[in-house]
T-cell receptor
Framework: ETGVTQSPTHLIKTRGQQVTLRCSSQ?????VSWYQQALGQGPQFIFQ???????GRGNFPPRFSGLQFPNYSSELNVNALELDDSALYLC????????????FGQGTRLTVV | AQSVTQLGSHVSVSEGALVLLRCNYS??????LFWYVQYPNQGLQLLLK??????LVKGINGFEAEFKKSETSFHLTKPSAHMSDAAEYFC????????????FGDGTTLTVKP
């Protein structure tokens, strides 16, 4: 059974550009959550997808958007990148929307210059 | 609204000493509570969770935590620290039985001295 995998592991983007981060959920998991973890802080909830539909969103602007595909993998898209978007982006998958455990990937380190 | 406060951003203990990491939460509904560990440049690993069953929860690597509703606390302890315990620890709270929608504290960095 494979765990949660994220790609790429690191990337550098220029302010104003757009970026797409990818996440493959753990086998059999239909719920994917995305978090932003700025340096020295705890993860902050961006949004969650359940069976290809958004199932809740945190306090992030609309330029943060996502998708979930029929195989339950997911993408996080960020438009018009700002310097403050530099962070570790974490993906977590769960077996169901109602769940007592989320499994995290290793994260994607995004640096905006 | 739910929130988590981790008291002490840095905790230092000697190898073999007691580890105590503090977490207080606020939640308008019965919470689910979690402790995660994060090693440098890695994701989060679940140490233990409270989901309204036993108030004393045992986790991996010898860690345990006690849910105290009257104190709104969920402190993490380990009787004897090991060098490999050095890491960042996060307390998190969620509700509506959805661990994927959690609110995290700012973390506590644990240093273990030889």
């Amino acid at each position: 059974e494979t765990g949660v995998t994220q790609s790429p592991t690191h990337l550098i983007k220029t302010r104003g550009q757009q970026v797409t981060l990818r996440c493959s959920s753990q086998s059999g998991h239909n719920t994917v959550s995305w978090y932003q973890q700025a340096l020295g802080q705890g993860p902050q909830f961006i949004f969650q997808y359940y069976r290809e539909e958004e199932n809740g969103r945190g306090n992030f602007p609309p330029r943060f958007s996502g998708l979930q595909f029929p195989n339950y993998s997911s993408e996080l898209n960020v438009n018009a990148l700002e310097l403050d978007d530099s962070a570790l982006y974490l993906c977590a998958s769960s077996l169901e929307r109602r769940n007592t455990e989320a499994f995290f990937g290793q994260g994607t380190r995004l640096t905006v210059v | 609204a739910q929130s988590v406060t981790q008291l002490g951003s840095h905790v230092s203990v000697s190898e073999g000493a007691l580890v105590l990491l503090r977490c207080n939460y606020s939640s308008s509904v019965p919470p689910y509570l979690f402790w995660y560990v994060q090693y440098p440049n890695q994701g989060l690993q679940l140490l233990l969770k409270y989901t309204s069953a036993a108030t004393l929860v045992k986790g991996i690597n010898g860690f345990e935590a006690e849910f105290k509703k009257s104190e709104t606390s969920f402190h993490l302890t380990k009787p004897s620290a090991h060098m490999s315990d050095a890491a960042e620890y996060f307390c998190a709270v969620s509700y509506n039985t959805n661990a994927g929608k959690s609110t995290f504290g700012d973390g506590t960095t644990l240093t273990v001295k030889p």
